[in-house]
């Protein structure tokens, strides 16, 4: 039920303001002791002709608060009137609702019939996976399963870097020194090696870089053998990125890279030379952009050749295309804000409306508390893998320990199990637990703190709520929907409310675009359920029906923890 609109509702009738400007002035009053929604009066003032202490006095007394079955009572402090929910039925109406609808709680269709690209992760062929990269990655997955649950239609976009001169290099430094076999073994590791290894002996052999280009040259003209091996690099690099995609759990639909677009570069040039955009700045062709305040896109270099902001353009005409997206999405970090910039630019100059509905959304860096070491091969370069396993790694010892202390008995499959999905968790939670543009730091202490704003912390608050429905189980207690109106302390009642606030977080999320404002609430449903949990008996309450009434809340709590954390990426387990 939404309660704001059933007050507004009735506030409108009773003041003649109309339903839209009182809605808006409902406020919820800082503290629970004040009520749960309180309304201003004092706009009311010069219309009524009457002191708004007066006004708010009437409007409490008014009948039609009293025939409002869910409202306990509706009171006023000097110009305020406060409204009290009946406790009672607000926990039935939650809770209900909830556990009707368990894992798919939170669920809306206010994205029906629309279609919202989400690109991101687009990492770089035949170049390691960094722990930058996971930002995009860990964000981008999570914004499309949000809008996923809103009901939008969501295309999944990874954006590869399989394009440039590089590549021109690669096929170089293959020919000359390239290893088969380690090639299958690691792709990355050797396709690293001599790319490294080029740069190093170009310095004193000017041939290589003669041999590179015209390489390049003939992948750009299709020759057969140097786009062989050019598709050799790239699908032996998916078989790297994809390992990780696996392993956290990612999919997406369409992996068109830069190389796809970059066969569409003649259409956007002979566009954008139609529509008299294109000017020559210094040999080069670009589109002046002094309008928007924003530097002139650069569209083809003096030599002849098209840049990264030429293949973007022709990647947003081809997703429109194809999609007719309502939205567009780009997860890629702050430095190429001003790219974007320029390419939405350009794209509304050429009087594409869709410009309008590109978003760039962007992130902070990473970064490591100095008493993290890596064992990199390259000085600055933290691996994804590297630091997952690592959190795997430390969380084993962590729940291998606890095992130990509580005579825990777990084999060594289930605490591997767990130790990969809670070690995982910790590392992806790092990067959604604050908003996107702020820079992240990693520390062990602070990401896997069992008692923090963790996912440890998290898993474990559902997988102890588990336990205790299991052991309930055993003695023949089930959770019970009929008697939720016991559940009226504060404690209980600001769990609940935590819990109903649920889905209003999820639209807040995608109206930002800020999956940390789905783990903030995550994160106070587990934190309200704690206090709720050492304050009150469960299996000790006083009465079978309060204890299945508190029942019924744990499955509500768990049924919240696990949908939120999904929206993220991050799975719970059931004990540990
Ligand atoms: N591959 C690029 C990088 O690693 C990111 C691509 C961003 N997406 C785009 N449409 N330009 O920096």
């Given at each position: 039920m939404d309660?704001?609109?059933?007050?507004?509702?009735?506030?409108?009738?009773?003041?003649?303001?109309d339903f839209d400007n009182v809605y808006k002035l409902i406020e919820i009053p800082p503290q629970s002791d004040m009520g749960d929604f309180a309304f201003p009066c004092f706009v009311l003032a010069k219309t009524m002709h009457k002191a708004p202490q007066m006004i708010a006095t009437d409007i409490a007394a008014d009948s039609a608060f009293k025939s409002m079955q869910w409202l306990d009572k509706s009171v006023n402090v000097g110009p305020y009137v406060n409204f009290y929910i009946d406790r009672g039925v607000f926990a039935k109406d939650t809770l209900g609702t909830i556990i009707n609808l368990g894992d798919r709680y939170g669920e809306e269709n206010i994205g029906e019939g629309k279609t919202i690209i989400v690109e991101y992760s687009s990492p770089n062929i035949a170049k390691p996976f960094h722990v930058g990269h996971a930002f995009t990655t860990i964000i981008g997955n999570s914004l499309a399963q949000i809008y996923t649950k809103l009901g939008y239609k969501v295309i999944r976009m990874n954006h590869l870097g399989d394009y440039g001169t590089q590549f021109g290099k690669l096929i170089t430094a293959y020919r000359l020194w390239g290893d088969e076999q380690k090639l299958n073994e690691s792709p990355i590791d050797e396709l690293l090696r001599i790319y490294v290894k080029f740069h190093e002996e170009e310095k004193n052999d000017p041939e290589l870089t003669i041999a590179a280009r015209d390489n390049f040259k003939k992948l750009e003209d299709g020759c057969p053998d140097e786009v062989a091996l050019w598709e050799k690099f790239r699908d032996m690099s998916l078989v790297v990125f994809n390992k990780l995609y696996d392993r956290m759990g990612l999919t997406f639909d369409n992996y068109n890279g830069e190389a796809y677009y970059a066969k569409m570069s003649d259409d956007v040039v002979n566009m954008l030379k139609e529509k008299n955009l294109?000017?020559?700045?210094?040999?080069?062709?670009?589109?002046?952009?002094?309008?928007?305040?924003?530097?002139?896109?650069?569209?083809?270099?003096?030599?002849?050749?098209?840049?990264?902001?030429?293949?973007?353009?022709?990647?947003?005409?081809?997703?429109?295309?194809?999609?007719?997206?309502?939205?567009?999405?780009?997860?890629?970090?702050?430095?190429?804000?001003?790219?974007?910039?320029?390419?939405?630019?350009?794209?509304?100059?050429?009087?594409?409306?869709?410009?309008?509905?590109?978003?760039?959304?962007?992130?902070?860096?990473?970064?490591?508390?100095?008493?993290?070491?890596?064992?990199?091969?390259?000085?600055?370069?933290?691996?994804?893998?590297?630091?997952?396993?690592?959190?795997?790694?430390?969380?084993k010892e962590i729940i291998t320990n606890n095992c130990k202390q509580r005579g825990v008995d777990m084999t060594d499959d289930e605490i591997n199990m767990i130790s990969e999905k809670v070690g995982l968790g910790a590392v992806i939670y790092t990067y959604v637990k604050s908003g996107r543009e702020k820079d992240i730091v990693f520390s062990w202490e602070e990401m896997l703190d069992f008692e923090g704003d963790t996912a440890p912390y998290l898993i474990y608050t559902y997988a102890r709520t588990r336990s205790i429905l299991r052991k309930a189980k055993e003695q023949g207690l089930e959770p019970s929907l009929k008697s939720l109106d016991l559940l009226t302390n504060d404690d209980e009642y600001l769990l609940i409310r935590a819990l109903g606030d649920f889905k209003d977080a999820i639209v807040k999320a995608a109206n930002n675009n800020e999956p940390f404002m789905v783990m903030r609430q995550v994160s106070l449903i587990a934190r309200s359920y704690n206090r709720f949990y050492n304050n009150s008996s469960i299996l000790g309450a006083d009465t079978e029906e309060l204890k299945c009434a508190r029942l019924a809340l744990c499955e509500a709590v768990c049924d919240t923890i696990k949908s939120g954390l999904a929206l993220v990426g991050i799975d719970v387990v059931e004990r540990m």
């Open positions: 309660y704001k609109s059933e007050i507004a509702q009735v506030l409108s009738g009773i003041t003649g303001l294109l000017v020559e700045s210094e040999g080069a062709q670009v589109v002046d952009l002094e309008e928007y305040g924003y530097p002139p896109c650069i569209i083809l270099k003096s030599n002849g050749t098209t840049i990264y902001a030429t293949r973007d353009l022709a990647a947003a005409m081809y997703r429109y295309e194809n999609y007719k997206f309502d939205k567009n999405i780009y997860v890629v970090g702050i430095p190429q804000a001003l790219h974007f910039k320029q390419v939405f630019a350009v794209l509304k100059k050429a009087g594409f409306d869709y410009a309008d509905k590109c978003e760039h959304v962007g992130f902070g860096l990473v970064k490591f508390k100095n008493n993290m070491k890596f064992s990199t091969r390259d000085g600055n370069i933290v691996l994804l893998e590297e630091l997952i396993d690592e959190s795997v790694a430390k969380t």
